[in-house]
């Protein structure tokens, strides 16, 4: 049961790219993973979370996955046009919840379509920690390896320190309101971000780092698939999306 003074939380996920480093015949969230596309289990991630009211896409012109699509997981789907760069389809997904969708102390979950390893407990735990900081939160997980910065000529210049170094992910958690002026700002400043917590900090906020685990990786090179793959065989075939 849902706590009634907890404040709404959209779901938004960017699935308008093209997968250029994939190198695949269809954008990468279409690919087939156990036997689903890799997007319903993104998706199905999110939905499954009591606190996630439904679901905002951002899909490309040449999208077929949609096919009229109107829930999954028991919670209502939406769809948008995405836009040149991640950052852009994630505000058109911020656009149509302020102007059809949300109120104005909803909050959004930004998730990329190309994640499907997310696990409940790391989502609960983002939810448990983010809904009550008021710049945000966001999964990340601390740096592992030693890091090097690479020269032109593709020798090592130096290592950098990686003690307070950690690598984000998502999904990533903020006030709707927020998080729209501060994307629209970057935006009109000609600031790409390439994540949501950029923009927030852009603006000023200081969001929360909340400590994910190493198997919510972003499918984005060939290699990432099997490894998903193995990742959900490993935890029993994880649980199926549901149409
Ligand atoms: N204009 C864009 C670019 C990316 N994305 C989405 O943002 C997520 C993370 O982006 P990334 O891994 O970079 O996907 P692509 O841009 O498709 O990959 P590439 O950079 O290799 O082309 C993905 O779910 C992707 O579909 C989006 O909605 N709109
Ligand atoms: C948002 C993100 O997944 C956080 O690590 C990452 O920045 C997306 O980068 P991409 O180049 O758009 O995949």
């Not at 012109?61 to 209502?76: S, T, Y």
């Not at 997904?93 to 409940?120: I, K, Q, S, Y």
Request: proline share 7%; with cysteine.
């Amino acid at each position: 049961m849902t706590d009634p003074a907890a404040p709404r939380v959209w779901a938004v996920v960017p699935a308008a790219g093209v997968g250029r480093r994939m190198a695949a015949p269809v954008p990468k969230q279409y690919l087939p993973l156990l036997e689903h596309p890799v997007m319903d289990w993104s998706l199905h991630a999110l939905l499954m979370e009591p606190r996630v009211a439904g679901a905002v896409v951002a899909l490309g012109d040449d999208d077929n996955w949609w096919r009229g699509r109107e829930a999954l997981a028991g919670k209502a789907l939406y769809r948008v046009r995405g836009g040149r760069e991640r950052a852009d389809s994630v505000l058109a997904c911020l656009r149509f919840l302020v102007a059809e969708l949300a109120g104005h102390d909803d909050w959004v979950l930004v998730h990329d379509a190309v994640r499907p390893c997310l696990t409940p407990s790391a989502l609960a735990r983002l939810l448990d920690l983010g809904l009550g900081h008021a710049d945000g939160a966001l999964l990340a997980v601390p740096v592992r390896d030693t890091l090097k910065q690479g020269g032109r000529d593709g020798t090592v210049r130096h290592t950098t320190p990686r003690d307070a170094l950690w690598q984000a992910q998502t999904p990533q958690l903020f006030p709707l309101g927020a998080l729209l002026n501060a994307l629209r700002d970057a935006h009109d400043q000609g600031v790409l971000v390439t994540d949501e917590a950029q923009a927030m900090e852009h603006a000023g906020y200081a969001p929360l780092l909340v400590e994910g685990d190493s198997t919510n990786l972003k499918i984005t090179r060939p290699g990432d698939l099997p490894l998903a793959e193995s990742i959900l065989r490993a935890r029993g075939g994880s649980r199926a999306p549901e149409e």
